[in-house]
Antibody, heavy 126, light 106 residues
Framework: QVHLVESGGGVVQPGRSLRLSCAAS????????MHWVRQAPGKGLEWVAV????????YYADSVKGRFTISRDNSKNTLYLQMNSLRLEDTAVYYC???????????????????WGQGTPVTVSS | IQLTQSPSSLSASVGDRVTITCRAS??????LAWYQQKPGRAPKLLIY???TLQSGVPSRFSGSGSGTDFTLTISSLQPEDFATYYC?????????FGQGTKLEIK
């Protein structure tokens, strides 16, 4: 069955960096787009970033653009989120999620986030 | 694109029919998904492409709408349905979520 396991979260000081990982199993990882979504304590869901199945495209929320980098290693079935210049407001549980996106007539269509990991908590605090 | 859900919270009883609305600030065709989240758990996909039921999701859940106005309907509430519900658009980046609707037991 589909399994997504995030790791790498923890407590970090403002301005420092952290790299999250998401290990995928139970499906053909290279065939799926992948997303990161976060949820601050007691708040709603915030979409963070997406990467296409072949690593040709990636997009970010304005709140993290220029500071976070999404990447993937299809040979290791692993998704990453490199988070630099962390701020207090980046404190959240970070989820990775799978997306059965597809190409059609030269365009790439994201469908939905159909499986999610259990999340890894990130706390930015001095 | 902003998504506004209404109501923000809702009290209902087992067996009730419940409707949650999601309104987009721009036309998004049918690029809309609905998720259910229970406390301390990851979200779960219920509906995608506005009205397509995700595999394994009970048929009491349904979605409708296109353009800017969408609804999630639960035809007969079950005890396990009390949770927070989110809509998300996937029309253009960034893929924002609505603010959530908390469904509570009356």
């Amino acid at each position: 069955q589909v399994h997504l396991v995030e790791s790498g979260g923890g407590v970090v000081q403002p301005g420092r960096s952290l790299r999250l990982s998401c290990a995928a199993s139970g499906f053909t990882f290279r065939n799926y787009a992948m997303h990161w979504v976060r949820q601050a304590p007691g708040k709603g869901l915030e979409w963070v970033a997406v990467i296409s199945n072949d690593d040709s495209n990636n997009y970010y929320a304005d709140s993290v653009k220029g500071r976070f980098t999404i990447s993937r290693d299809n040979s290791k079935n692993t998704l990453y989120l490199q988070m630099n210049s962390l701020r207090l407001e980046d404190t959240a549980v970070y989820y990775c999620a799978r997306d059965p996106a597809y190409y059609h007539s030269g365009n790439y269509y994201n469908v939905a986030l159909d499986y999610w990991g259990q999340g890894t908590p990130v706390t930015v605090s001095s | 694109i902003q998504l506004t859900q209404s109501p923000s919270s809702l009290s209902a009883s087992v067996g009730d029919r419940v409707t949650i609305t999601c309104r987009a600030s721009q036309v998004i065709s049918t690029y809309l998904a609905w998720y259910q989240q229970k406390p301390g758990r990851a979200p779960k996909l219920l509906i995608y492409a506005a009205s397509t039921l995700q595999s394994g999701v009970p048929s009491r859940f349904s979605g409708s709408g296109s353009g800017t106005d969408f609804t999630l309907t639960i035809s007969s509430l079950q005890p396990e349905d009390f949770a927070t519900y989110y809509c998300q658009h996937l029309n253009s980046y960034p893929y924002t979520f609505g603010q959530g609707t908390k469904l509570e037991i009356k």
